[in-house]
């Protein structure tokens, strides 16, 4: 930690903030901080101490200036190592309240990152936990190693022992090698004794694999494998066999369905002769409805133009008429829009003009009101400005008259400085004369105190001796006890765990017959309920068999109508492109009587619509026989496997008396009780001597602890006796100096007590502060009145101007008022042209707008007069058009009915179908037709391809059943194939996890071994008292060095077994002396050279080393050659990491440092202690 800055305000004598720049102060490594008695030298040091703990070493009273009552500082440093340096901020305010008590108004440390502030603790508390992270020191180290300030110096040296390797441990932060490492070791074996925990679950899931069951699956996936190839060729004979039937077999079945169907044609065949003469018939009648249908069409056209002819000749009338009285009614419109309207438009924009005038008026008027009442507002406020100068004028002659009074009072109770300064000195001797009056009473008290706990103590540690012996004699016993009991060990746990083995195994094979022959009784059940599900399963995929195979006969069927459809649509194409005349492109003929109809395309819509029905039949039926087909596979393939199964539970069980395994587990029990009882009888009587030996160990241990704090507790308090008679020796010279100093001052104060004629300095002091503070507060109020009053004074006058404007403007608005007033009645006369307006514009358009209308209306109306007129033209050429129509088409008709063979109209509707019902009968015939030839053509195909020959049903369903029976044994070695190979698969994994979990089991066996060792090596902080001790050892080396140096090889330091400082005088025979017989100088010395020592190891603790180390006291004490040495140790002790600074108010040290920081005592009136910096 290197200090940057630090702040300090209404601290001891700091009244007034002092601002100290370390980096100034400590650029040369070596500085001091010089100053008087008094004069607040260790202050500075209080300041850093309170910034970062909230307290100070000397006192925690008294310490805020009791004028300020308010105790500000800031103190910021700088810690880290080069790359990871911070810097920061700490800050305290701390006030006196009402009842005379210290408050901490805040408390925060800010971490600076270059202009950006972070406040990471807020709190005295929160504060004083985040320091000690940062710094790793409390308070009291922190005042012993770095910053060491009056009546600290020596106190490493004092301490004992333990103190010290206490304090060491915190030092270099070694709790972490102490119970902190015990917990980590705990936590690490714990977590290593549930991963073994873990792993011995996992080792129990392999503990009845073996590679002998891993060879026997490889054999038997080696016989399946044979029998798959033996399958395969009995396979391939049987579909050789079979592909050679199946198509003698399809013929067959294909040939007897057209036998059939030819007997069902011929049945057929009478009807169809008579639906081909009535076919005939039907197709004249269509030839012959055109026509008819022609002379129908044109007599209803007749009627209908007559009809419309009448009503045109009537609307011509009417449209007339009104067209004459609409032309008579535009004619005056057009006159009264041609004489009124401009008339109107004169008056509108006459009208509008003096709306205009009126607005600018009303607006002008507006603005003189406006002006008005300006005037007004700034006369009232002139008036209060004039009322304001006034008024200051007469304070200002009061506030003069208070001041001449305040001067006169200042100069009646001037105190002289010399005279104040004499008394502060006689308080400072008042005050060490009642400390070292207490200081005497208490240690008079101590000593008496100590005298006694030296006698109590003593026959504590008489009587603790006493049974600490019979504790002794008493746990020898014990031991003795125990060793006969071992002696008589009827056996261990692995002996009774042996035994225990023994009898889990015949009992877990008693219990494996049982469950085998209850494993007998459940297969026979399950086989008996696997073939009552499989029966009516095998049913069912036959009757689906059986209807999949009918309804692909019937789509064959469809397909075949379907085709007969298409061709005789392809001639009805044809036949439509014929001409009469031109040759047929098929036959030649170029007389076309008999053509092909035109086939329904509906009709073949509805095929492919029925195929897309069998289809779907037939592929849900396909998906239900798979479905059907694979369960009772899976079915069989339990059943197969349940029998296997079965079958293996007998051989288990031949050769097997449960009776005999029954009574030899009987036996095996009884043994296993009895070795049982022994050995739990043994335990527990082990447990009990055990037990009680644990505690009288213990109890020997709390008496050896006692008796050996005891005698350490009576040499402290015979050491203690010893300096506090030394103590109190020093004292009573102490206070015989001070005592006649003190008489001697009363009487030149004249006053019982110097406190007492201080307080009267304080309050008349307090008074002259208070007065000139009023006096100052006065003069200020009356240059704020001059400042005032000539502002008041520009305003007035401006204000004045400002009112002549606005009269000037008033006038002028109010001319041009009346004018506009005199053009608006000479445009209007009396009218209101804001009311007359809008009649005007009313007018205008209702003229406009009537004129349009009936302009719009007559042109509307001649438009339809002539539209009516060209209708009644037209409908009068149509009725002779259509007249000429009808002959023409009656002499047609007369001549289709001849040809056609009909005698009138009469018969022909006789005879007439719809084309649908004509379609229909057509289709049947031709459909009859193609399927007589089709069956024909059929049966002779296939009696040519059959050749003779023929398979009997019997033999081809054998055939079938056969070729099943084998693929059914195929698919069930593939899967048997399959399963096994997945089960080696499993083993050769299972082994393979085996082996590695047992190299697991070892390493972690080995590493829980290490951490049992580990922690019999750090309990009960032997480490950590280790390390400490080490590290005391290694200061008092490195402090020895530093005091031979510094004594010319006289001094030396040593350190005993329990951590206490001795000197070794060299100059007389190496004499050992106890630090307590040292002098003032020696003692200085001594603890310079620890404290060197100390602070360079605290500098090495790790990332934030302490930059700086402080000295306050004890130069006073040293002879001139003593002195050069110290500074020349110091000198060569900094180093651009470390600086080094000394506090003392020995002058001949000023001129050996190369930067000093004056400290001028508080004066009366001028804020308190000031620093300032100085250079050598």
């Known amino acids: 930690m290197k200090p940057r800055v630090l702040k300090i305000s209404g601290l001891n004598s700091f009244e007034r903030e002092q601002v100290i720049n370390f980096n100034r102060l400590t650029e040369k490594g070596l500085f001091g901080i010089f100053g008087p008695t008094g004069s607040g030298k260790s202050t500075i040091l209080d300041a850093i101490t309170i910034a970062l703990y909230g307290k100070i070493t000397r006192t925690n009273k008294g310490f805020i200036n009791t004028t300020t009552k308010d105790l500000i500082v800031s103190y910021e440093f700088e810690i880290g190592g080069a790359k990871d340096r911070k810097v920061y901020l700490a800050e305290r305010n701390i006030k006196i309240n009402k009842n005379d008590r210290y408050n901490t108004k805040y408390a925060r440390l800010i971490e600076k990152n270059g202009d950006k502030s972070k406040i990471i603790a807020e709190g005295p508390t929160e504060l004083q936990n985040q320091i000690h992270k940062i710094i790793g020191l409390t308070v009291d180290d922190f ?71 891993y060879k026997a699956k490889q054999q038997e996936l080696q016989l399946e494998l044979q029998n798959e190839e033996r399958l395969k060729n009995e396979k391939k004979q049987i579909d050789e066999k079979y592909e050679m039937y199946k198509e003698v077999w399809t013929l067959q079945k294909e040939l007897d369905a057209f036998i059939d169907k030819k007997l069902k044609l011929q049945e057929k065949l009478e009807d169809i002769n008579l639906k081909r003469e009535s076919l005939k018939r039907g197709q004249n009648a269509i030839k012959i409805k055109p026509f008819m249908d022609e002379v129908e069409a044109t007599n209803k056209n007749i009627k209908d133009n007559r009809e419309k002819l009448k009503e045109a000749i009537d609307n011509l009338e009417g449209i007339s008429e009104k067209v004459k009285v609409t032309e008579e009614n535009y004619i005056v419109s057009e006159k009264e829009k041609d004489e009124r309207i401009p008339e109107l438009r004169n008056m509108e924009r006459d009208f509008l003009l003096a709306i205009d005038t009126i607005n600018k008026t009303e607006k002008l008027e507006m603005e003189v009101n406006s002006l008005r009442n300006e005037y007004k507002s700034i006369k009232s406020k002139r008036d209060k400005i004039v009322k304001q100068l006034k008024e200051i004028d007469d304070n200002k002659k009061k506030l003069a008259i208070e001041i ?112 085998e022959i209850n494993r007998k009784s459940d297969l026979e059940k399950i086989i008996k309920d696997i073939n009552d599900r499989k029966n009516p399963l095998t049913t069912k995929l036959e009757e689906v068999k059986n209807d999949l195979d009918k309804n692909k006969k019937e789509l064959q069927e469809l397909d075949n109508k379907t085709e007969n459809i298409k061709k005789n649509n392809l001639a009805s194409l044809l036949a439509s492109e014929l001409v009469e005349g031109s040759p047929c492109p098929v036959c030649g003929s170029i007389h076309h009587t008999d053509i092909a109809k035109k086939i329904d395309n509906n009709e073949i819509l509805k095929h492919e619509e029925n195929r897309k029905k069998l289809q779907q039949i037939i592929e849900d039926l396909n998906n239900k026989m798979t479905q059907l087909s694979i369960e009772v596979a899976g079915i069989s393939k339990e059943e197969e496997h349940s029998r296997e199964e079965l079958k293996s539970v007998l051989e288990s069980l031949e050769n097997v008396d449960i009776t005999e395994l029954n009574k030899e587990k009987e036996s095996k029990e009884a043994k296993f009780k009895e070795l049982k009882e022994k050995i739990d009888k043994y335990n527990s009587e082990k447990n009990d001597i055990e037990s009680t030996l644990q505690i009288e160990r213990e109890k020997k241990s709390k008496i050896d602890l006692a008796e050996s704090k005891l005698s350490e507790n009576v040499k402290n308090e015979i050491l203690l006796i010893k300096e506090l008679k030394g103590e109190l020796e020093k004292e009573n010279k102490n206070f015989h100096g001070l005592s006649n100093e003190y008489e001697s001052l009363k009487e030149y104060f004249c006053a019982e007590e110097i406190s007492l004629k201080a307080k009267e300095v304080l309050k008349i002091e307090k008074e002259s502060e208070r007065l000139k503070n009023k006096e100052k507060e006065l003069r200020s109020i009356v240059e704020n009145y001059d400042v005032n009053k000539q502002t008041l004074a520009d305003e007035d006058k401006k204000l004045i101007e400002v009112l002549s404007q606005i009269q000037q403007s008033g006038i002028e608005k109010s001319n041009v008022i009346k004018e506009n007033k005199e053009d608006i009645k000479r445009l209007c006369g009396d009218k209101n042209p804001k009311e007359y307006l809008p009649k005007i514009k009313k007018e205008i358009k209702e003229i406009s707008d009537r004129n349009t209308k009936l302009k719009k209306q007559l042109d509307e109306e001649k438009e339809l007069k002539e539209k009516i007129s060209n209708e009644k033209l037209t409908l009068e050429k149509a009725a002779n058009i259509f007249d000429e129509t009808l002959k023409q088409q009656q002499s047609k008709l007369e001549m289709s009915l001849k040809d056609n063979e009909f005698n009138d109209v009469l018969e022909v509707k006789k005879y007439l179908l719809d084309e649908v019902t004509l379609l229909s009968m057509e289709n049947e015939i031709n459909i009859f037709d193609d399927e007589v030839k089709e069956v024909k053509s059929n049966i002779k195909r296939i009696e040519e391809k059959l050749q003779g020959n023929r398979i009997e049903k019997e033999a081809w369903e054998e055939l079938t059943s056969y070729k099943s029976e084998i693929d059914k044994h195929i698919s069930d070695n593939i899967k048997k194939i399959a399963t096994l190979q997945k089960i080696i698969d499993d083993f050769k994994e299972d082994l393979k996890n085996l082996m590695e979990l047992r190299k697991r089991e070892k390493q972690l066996d080995h590493k829980l071994s290490l951490i049992r060792d580990l922690m019999k090596l750090v309990e009960g902080n032997k480490f950590v008292e280790f390390v400490a001790m080490n590290q005391l050892k290694y200061i008092a080396r490195e402090a020895s060095k530093r005091l031979k140096d510094i004594t010319r090889d006289r001094y030396a330091l040593e350190i005993d077994s329990e951590g206490n400082f001795a000197i070794r005088d060299d100059f007389n025979g190496g004499q050992i002396r106890d630090a307590s017989t040292l002098s003032g100088g020696e003692t200085f010395l001594t603890s310079l050279s620890l404290a060197l020592s100390l602070s360079s190891q605290v500098q090495l603790k790790g990332s934030a080393p302490l930059e700086f180390f402080f000295l306050d006291e004890g130069f006073g004490t040293l002879d001139t050659d003593l002195l050069d040495i110290v500074m020349s140790s110091l000198e060569k002790l900094h180093s651009s990491r470390l600086s080094v600074g000394i506090i003392s108010h020995v002058e001949e040290l000023k001129n050996r440092v190369p930067v000093k920081l004056i400290v001028s005592p508080a004066k009366p009136g001028e804020g308190g202690s000031k620093v300032t910096l100085e250079y050598s």
């Open 404 to 515: 001449k009074d305040i001067e006169e009072r200042l100069n009646e109770i001037k105190i002289d400085p010399e005279y104040r300064e004499k008394l502060q000195y006689a308080l400072q001797i008042e005050n060490d004369y009642k400390k070292s009056l207490n200081n005497k009473k208490e240690l008079n008290n101590k000593l008496q105190e100590k005298e006694k706990n030296l006698k109590e103590v003593s026959k504590e540690y008489n009587g603790v001796l006493s049974s600490k012996n019979s504790q002794d004699n008493l746990v020898k016993q014990l031991e003795e006890k125990n060793k006969i009991l071992k002696e008589n060990n009827p056996g261990d746990n692995s002996l009774l765990l042996e035994k225990s083995q023994e009898l889990n195994v015949i009992a877990k094979k008693v219990e494996e017959v049982i469950n």
């Open 143 to 213: 005042t012993r190693s770095v910053v060491l300030p009056q009546g600290k110096f020596s106190e490493f040296l004092k301490l004992g022992g333990r103190e010290k390797r206490n304090m060491l441990e915190r030092i270099f932060a070694l709790e972490k090698y102490g119970q902190s490492l015990v917990e980590k070791i705990k936590k690490v074996r714990n977590t290593n004794l549930k991963e073994r925990d873990v792993l011995q679950g996992e080792l129990k899931k392999y503990e009845n694999l073996t590679e002998e069951d």
